[in-house]
């Protein structure tokens, strides 16, 4: 059972992911990808990993929409047409692919008991924290307190993508200059 | 979109328990999936449909922006702010066992649920900064041409 969900949400991944390619219709493009993220949320349940499921849910399929909604409502609508076929763009996909395929190769099968991620830090993890920590959702414990400084470290990229973002269209100069000349 | 009905009238309705669900999302991270994170972008969601529905200068008088901004720095304040309290009581940055020495583990629950208030307040008020940052620039597009 859990086979046949896995392959008719691969299935719909790819089919998703190609009409994505093949359109040229902006706003059709951004729910697709919206679609994407939904699928992907869909899988990350089917792996047990729900957190990340609610995450993907949230924000890709959720806020992503948004910002590129009001993204395209500030540029254009539909996707312009390449000019000509070139070979170069064609040949670093390729080869990038054909690395990273290659790079598969090392890791461990998908599930297996001896790989490095079931057997280091994940069991510490999974039986030290009810007796330090005492949370029953392990992810949160390992997120907010061992992981602490990394969570910090995101939190402050959020903030700084947010400063990013208001540095570049937010209109505070616009504001600033113009509370100045109402003051002189 | 003052001639869509419908739209107006779930809106109002959804915007309240999607509210209620992130914070439940916020507050319950620790015994069920989410966290900040996710409560945050939650939370950001609920204005920003209220916004695309009502318009954004309804929105910006309910969450004015330089609340927003101000509450994006509180949220990494709040996060960073905790591990100081931590040093001064003598154990390392963002140990929270320190806050309780007798019982660790109550310790570790409050500094979980601290730093994920902040990982919250941090998450939604950015969403909504950069939701307010791309809807107040003129639209090229009409209402219509969508």
Redesign the interface.
Known sequence: MELFINLVLFSMLVVTAVAILKMRHL?AVVMLSGVFSLLCALLFVTLDA??V???EA??GA??ST??ML????????NEKMPRDFSFIPLAVVMITGAVLIYGTLDMPDFGSATSPAQLHLATEYLKQSPS??????V???I???YR??D??G???V??T??VG??ML???LARRRRKDEEGAE | MRHHLLLRVITKLLVGPIILFALY?QFH??????????AG??F??AF?LFG?VFGLSKVKQVFPPWLV?KL??L??LI??GT?VYSLMLGAT??N?SAFTPDH??HG??W??LI??L??GV??A???V???Y?????P???SDE??
Do not use: K
């Open positions: 706003f729900v957190d499921a609610f995450t949230a924000v959720g806020i948004v910002l009001g993204t395209m409502a500030l540029t254009a609508r330090d920590i005492g949370v029953p959702n992810v949160t414990a997120l907010a307190s602490g400084y969570t910090l995101e939190t402050v959020v903030f993508a947010c973002v208001l269209i937010g209109n | 999302v991270g620790d015994y069920s999936p989410g966290g900040g994170f996710q972008v939650i950001a969601v920003i695309i901004h994006a720095a949220g990494v996060y960073a591990g940055y963002l929270y660790p583990e570790q629950h500094g979980i730093v994920e902040g990982v941090t998450v008020a950015v969403m900064a950069i939701y940052a791309f809807a107040a620039r639209p090229v597009i041409e969508w």
